[in-house]
């Protein structure tokens, strides 16, 4: 059977690397009596696939990765063995498993079918961001952003990429830019903060950004336009960014990844 998994990654393990979160899982299901399938050849490894990789210093409530197993498990299953031997700043909230999976056969991985991301986005006590210059950004119409690949570097338009955002205040989270239907549901703001505590006093705001392998805008992009529209230099340290979800296409309709049947 083949199952993808749902992750949060919080506290002190902001700062573990994407590699080393591979590693933190690959010895998890070990310590579990999952039957986890391997490849086969010289350097067996365990067939886990995760998806877009998370910044260091970055939280998240949405974290994916695919993974096969020899025979088949219930998703409470998988979900229970795996939070029994994790530690406390990793817990797994979802399991969705495909019964009909045929091994050695094509696959449709989390990378591929990511389209968009949910983030939150607060700027510490003492920098010079107010919520006006998150007003600024939502009411731009173009917004030239220097955005550097692994390939090329080059001018881009921020405002292309982000579909939302929206303004927390003390009663609930205001609309402040909109393209399309909306993807925050009363679900993601439930589950995709959950693990997060906001700081007193501080500036904070949630947005809807492209994402994938095709097309990326990532929270940094984005918190740097706020710490220009400040007129200050951008420094990871003056925020805390923290990823609500990942949306991959079901059908040509926008879900979370969780709810995609693999």
């Known amino acids: 059977m083949r199952a993808r998994i749902r992750f949060s990654k919080f506290g002190s393990m902001k700062y573990l690397g994407h590699l080393d979160v591979m590693r933190y899982f690959q010895k998890a299901i070990r310590r579990?009596?999952?039957?986890?399938?391997?490849?086969?050849?010289?350097?067996?490894?365990?067939?886990?696939?995760?998806?877009?990789?998370?910044?260091?210093?970055?939280?998240?409530?949405?974290?994916?990765?695919?993974?096969e197993f020899q025979s088949e498990h219930s998703e409470a299953e998988i979900l229970a063995k795996l939070n029994a031997v994790m530690g406390e700043e990793f817990a797994?909230?979802?399991?969705?498993?495909?019964?009909?999976?045929?091994?050695?056969?094509?696959?449709?991985?989390?990378?591929?079918?990511?389209?968009a991301a949910a983030y939150y986005i607060e700027a510490k006590p003492g920098t010079n961001v107010t919520k006006e210059h998150v007003h600024a950004l939502a009411k731009a119409s173009t917004?030239?952003?220097?955005?550097?690949?692994?390939?090329?570097?080059?001018?881009?338009d921020l405002c292309k990429g982000i579909h939302e955002i929206w303004?927390?205040?003390?009663?609930?989270?205001?609309?402040?830019r909109l393209d399309g239907e909306s993807l925050f549901t009363k679900d993601l703001w439930r589950t995709g903060l959950a693990n997060f505590e906001r700081e007193i006093a501080s500036?904070?705001?949630?947005?809807?950004?492209?994402?994938g392998s095709e097309k990326n805008v990532?929270?940094?992009?984005?918190?740097?336009?706020?710490?220009?529209?400040a007129g200050a230099a951008y420094r990871i340290t003056d925020y805390r960014i923290h990823r609500m979800e990942l949306f991959g296409k079901d059908e040509e309709k926008v879900v979370p990844l969780w709810k995609i049947v693999l």
């Open 32 to 67: 579990t009596d999952l039957d986890v399938c391997y490849s086969e050849g010289y350097h067996p490894h365990q067939l886990m696939s995760f998806a877009q990789p998370l910044s260091l210093a970055l939280t998240s409530d949405g974290e994916y990765f695919d993974i």
């Open 218 to 229: 990532s929270a940094e992009l984005v918190a740097g336009a706020i710490s220009r529209l």
């Open 143 to 156: 917004f030239p952003v220097l955005r550097k690949t692994k390939s090329s570097e080059g001018e881009f």
């Open 203 to 211: 500036v904070g705001f949630a947005c809807l950004t492209d994402a």
């Open 167 to 176: 303004e927390l205040t003390d009663s609930e989270p205001v609309c402040l």
């Open 92 to 115: 797994v909230s979802y399991v969705t498993r495909r019964d009909d999976y045929v091994p050695n056969t094509k696959k449709t991985t989390s990378m591929s079918l990511i389209c």
